[in-house]
């Protein structure tokens, strides 16, 4: 069964640089979330897109910004890194019109700033 | 918002032995409850969830049990492996949206040969 795909799976970056995360949800899946887990951390919420719009909003840094396409790939957006982004980030999607809210996490992608 | 306590925070045990991981939340209106293991370095999978009409639910295993009264449910892991070490997380939330899923703290669990 398809997955959840992230890409790229590990990044390396210089401070005051800019990243972009890819995501793309299972196919049929109308909801994508972003998680960002810092070492020995649970993940932390950072924003959700439900059919495209923003459904809601975590801790999600200023500097970041997110958005779901047609194809309901979602792309996040990091700008002026600092040292503290480094962590692991997840995408997550679920089909919640069909009245689930499973939610299944993709590989991540791993952030090191230097 | 939602708030999920999770204990322990870490978690010993002998190959063979149960072990079991305690949740409470505090939104009443939360009806899904899932539990999510980590192995280190990948991705938080779903193990096993339960739903608010359900008291108990099990899968080989692993149980779960939920108490909506006193808002905590609780992960049963019994004849443990080695290969059931891992973090778990717990979380609850309502189903049928797109609400985020508010982890708990996660339990390291390790399971000694």
């Known amino acids: 069964a398809a997955g959840v795909i992230q890409s790229p799976r590990h990044l390396i970056k210089e401070k005051r640089e800019t990243a972009t995360l890819k995501c793309y949800p299972i196919?049929?899946?109308?909801?994508v979330y972003w998680y960002q887990q810092g070492p020995g951390q649970d993940p932390q919420f950072l924003i959700s897109f439900y059919e495209k719009m923003q459904s809601d909003k975590g801790s999600i840094p200023d500097r970041f910004s997110a958005q779901q396409f047609s194809d309901y790939h979602s792309e996040l957006n990091m700008s002026s890194l600092e040292l503290g982004d480094s962590a692991l980030y997840f995408c997550?999607?679920?089909?919640?019109?069909?009245?689930?809210?499973?939610?299944?996490f993709g590989p991540g992608t791993r952030l090191t700033v230097l | 918002g939602e708030n999920v306590e999770q204990h322990p925070s870490t978690l010993s045990v002998q190959e063979g032995d149960s072990a079991v991981i305690k949740c409470t939340y505090s939104?009443?209106?939360?009806?899904?409850f899932p539990w999510y293991k980590q192995e280190l370095g990948k991705r938080p999978q779903l193990i096993i969830d339960?739903?608010?009409?359900?008291g108990e639910k099990k899968d080989q295993r692993i149980a779960v049990t939920l108490n909506k009264t006193a808002k905590h449910f609780s992960l049963h892991i019994t004849e443990t492996q080695p290969e059931d070490s891992a973090v778990y997380f717990c979380?609850?939330?309502?189903?049928?949206?797109?609400?985020?899923?508010?982890f708990g703290i996660g339990t390291k669990l390790q399971v000694i040969p």
């Open positions: 939104d009443s209106a939360s009806n899904y």
């Open positions: 979380a609850a939330l309502i189903s049928g949206g797109y609400q985020k899923v508010t």
């Open positions: 196919p049929r899946h109308d909801t």
């Open positions: 997550a999607s679920s089909l919640v019109a069909g009245g689930y809210n499973e939610q299944f």
């Open positions: 339960i739903r608010s009409n359900v």
